[in-house]
DNA sequence: CATGAATGAGCCTTCATTCAT
DNA sequence: TATGAATGAAGGCTCATTCAT
C-alpha cells in the first residue's frame, strides 16, 4: 500500500538519467532519425510528455547521450596522459588495462557507431568527439611514443601513425561487435587482442637490439 | 510521333545506375532515414516518380547501393586469396596496393560507414558485406598467416587476431576520414600509413631471426 | 500545524479575482487558444493546480473573465436609462462622460476585442454581451433618440442607427487603440473625440431652427 | 466519363486561390489558432499534404488571406483619394456607394474580425492593414475634410476625428453583422445607415447658412 | 489548500508512395 | 516512359487537465 512503484514517480533529479540511458538505447539500435519518441519514453518508463519536460527537442536528447557518453572517457584519457611515461610497454599495458575495462562496462562502443553514423547530420557533436576525446587519446599517445623514438626505443617513423595503429584493432573490434557479431559473425575477444596486439606493435616498432 | 530531340535522352539502362550512384551521395550525406527521395531524384536528374519505375521502395535503393558496392571489392579479396601464398610479405604489400587503390578510386568508406550506421536496420545487407566481402577477406588473410606460421615465419598466435591487426588501421582510417575529417580533424595519408603499418606488423609478427 | 508564516497567504476569496484578472491580460494579449494555463497561473502568482481549484476548465475561466467585465458597464448603461428624459444633449453630454471614465479606468477594450474575436467560438457569450450590455445601451439610446423626435428636436429618420452613429466612434477608437496603435498607428484623445461628435452629431441630427 | 471532377485535379494554378478561399472561412469562424488543417484542407477539397504544396506553414496561409484582402480595397481607396476633389458631399456619396459595393461582395468584414482579433500575434498583419489600406484611407479622408474646411465648408474642428466619425458606423455594423447577429442579433441595412449617416454628418459639420 | 510532475489526446508538418496524364 | 501533383500515414511536440504528495 505504501512501497513499490507509485503511478507518479515524482523522481525529477533521476528522469534524466533515465531518459538518456533509454534513448542511447533506441538510438543504438535504430539511429537517430528512424528513433521514436515513443519507444523512448516507453523505454524510461514514462509518457512521451514526460520527456519534454527534461528535454526540448529529440536532438537535446542525442546530444545528452553522445556528451554524456564521453566524461567516463576523459578519465581513460587522462590517466593515459598521467601514466608514469616510463618504458612505453609499461605505459601500453597499462592503458590497455583501462582501456578495456571501460570497453566492457559501458556502451562506449554504442556512442562511437551513433558519432560514425551521424556525424554529417551532427558536426558538433562529431568535434565534440574528436577535440575532447579522440584527438586527445591520439595525441597523447603520439606524444608518448615519439619520446619513446627519442630515447631510441622505437623505430623512426610518424609516430602519429604509430598511434592509429596501436588503437586501430580496439576501435574495429568494438564496431565489428556492434555490427556483425548481431547477424552471426564471430566476435573479438577484447582483451586477448589488446594482448596480442601490443605485443605485436612493440615488437614491430622495436629497434634491433632494444626489445623488451 | 518520331521521338524530337533525342540527344538529351538517357537511354532505360543507364538510369539505374545514375539513381544508385546519387542514391549513395545523399546516403553517405544524411544517412537512410534522413535521405529524402526527393533529393536523390534531384542529383539523379530525373524526376521523383522516375525513381520508381526502377526501384520499389526506397529501402530497394538503399540495398542497391550497398550490394553493388561489394562487387569491385570482390575482386580484391579475390586477388588477395588467389596471389601466390608465398612469403608472407609478398603477398600483404601486393594486397596493399591494391586496397589503397580501391579506397582512392571508389567510395567504399561512405558505403563502410553506411553498413555500420544501418546494420541493426538492415541486418540482411551487414550479413550480405559480412560474408561476402569482410569475412571472406578476413579469413583469406587468416589462412595466409596460418600458413606463414606453418612455415615458422610468423610467431604463435591467434591468426585471425593477427588478420584483424593487419586491417584495422585502414579501416579506421576510413572511417576518420568519413567522420572526423569533415569538421577539421587532420586526416590520415592511406598508402604511407599502410607501408608503415604493414612494415610495423610483419617485424612484430616476425619470429625473432627470421626478420624480413 | 499552526500555519506558520500567513504573512503572504492570500485568502481564498482573492483568488479567484486575481485569476481572472491575470487571465484578462493574457487572453486580451494572445486570444482565447493561444493564451497558456502556465502563463495565466504564473501571472496570477500561484501554480497551475490551484488555478484548477477555483475554475474547471479554461472555457470557464474564459467565460468569468467575459462576464465579470459586463457588470460594470451595466451600471453605466443603468445610468444612462435613468438619466432624466430631459434634452438630448444634456442627456449625452452626461453619459459621455461616464463612459469616457469607464473606458479610461476599465479593460473594457481589450474585452471588447475579446468578443468579437471568439464571438464564432462562444456564441453565448457573444449573446449575453449583446443582450446584457450592447443592446440594453443601443435600446436606451434609440429610446432617448425616438423621444427626442417626437418631441421635435430630432430630424426624421430610423434612431436605431441614429444611435449607432452615435457610439461608433467611440467603439472604434477602443479597438483601434488595442489593433493598431500597439503597431505604430497614431491614437485617438477619447474625450476629445466623443466631444466632438457629439457636438457633430447633435447638430446634424437637429431639426433646423431647433438647435441647442 | 471524360470530363467531370477528376480525382487527381491536376489544376495547379487554382489551388492556392482555392486554399485562401477555404481558409478565409475557417479562420474567421474559428480565428487561428483553433484552426485545423484538416478542415481547411477538406473544404478546399483536397488532402493535408497538398495544402503543403502551395504553402508553408499554417501561418503562411494566414498571412495569405488577411494580406490578399487588401488588394481590392487598395482599390477602393485609390478611387476615393482620386474621386473629384470637389464639394464634399458629392465625394462622401461617390466613395460610399464603392464602400457599400466591396462591404456587400468581398469577405473584408470576416478579414477585419481576424486582423482585430489576431493583431497581437501577428503584428506585421496588423501594420500592413494600417499602413497601406486603414491609414491611407483615413489619411485621404483626413485631406478632403481639412480642404473643405479650409474652403468654409466644414466648421473648425480635427479633420481627423471627422473622418473617423464618418467610417466608424460601418466599420461597426460590419463588425456587428460578424459578432452579433449569428447570436440572434437585429442586423443593420448597411446602405440605409451610410445614407443616413452622411446625411447626418454633413449637416453637423456645416457651417451655419452653408448647407449643402 | 497548494504544488508541479505526469499524462495523453491532438495538431502541424513531413515524406515515401501512387497515379492520372 | 516520364512527370509531378496528390495522398495519407506517421511522428515530433504542445498543452489542458489530473493527481500523488
Known amino acids: 500500500m505504501d512501497g513499490g512503484e507509485p503511478k507518479f514517480r515524482r523522481r525529477k533529479d533521476e528522469r534524466p538519467a533515465e531518459i538518456v540511458e533509454a534513448a542511447l538505447a ?4 535504430k539511429g537517430f532519425a528512424a528513433a521514436k519518441l515513443d519507444e523512448i519514453a516507453r523505454r524510461a518508463g514514462m509518457s512521451k510528455g514526460a520527456v519534454y519536460l527534461y528535454f526540448e527537442t529529440k536532438e537535446e536528447i542525442f546530444r545528452a547521450v553522445v556528451v554524456r557518453a564521453i566524461a567516463p572517457n576523459v578519465a581513460a584519457v587522462k590517466a593515459m596522459i598521467s601514466t608514469h611515461p616510463g618504458p612505453l610497454p609499461d605505459l601500453l599495458r597499462g592503458v590497455a588495462r583501462h582501456v578495456a575495462g571501460v570497453i566492457e562496462t559501458t556502451p562506449i562502443g554504442a556512442v562511437l557507431k551513433m558519432v560514425v553514423g551521424e556525424a554529417r547530420n551532427f558536426p558538433e557533436l562529431a ?3 574528436h577535440d575532447e576525446l579522440v584527438a586527445q587519446a591520439l595525441g597523447a599517445l603520439t606524444d608518448a611514443i615519439a619520446g619513446a623514438q627519442a630515447r631510441g626505443e622505437v623505430r623512426p617513423g610518424d ?12 576501435l ?18 577484447v582483451r586477448a587482442l589488446m594482448a596480442q596486439h601490443i605485443d605485436t606493435i612493440l615488437h614491430g616498432m622495436a629497434l634491433e637490439g632494444a626489445r623488451s
Open 26 to 29: 533506441v538510438f543504438a539500435e
Open 127 to 129: 568535434r565534440v568527439w
Open 159 to 170: 609516430p602519429r601513425a604509430y598511434a592509429l595503429q596501436l588503437i586501430s584493432p580496439i
Open 172 to 189: 574495429v573490434a568494438v564496431l565489428w561487435r556492434e555490427t556483425f557479431v548481431p547477424v552471426g559473425a564471430q566476435g573479438f575477444d
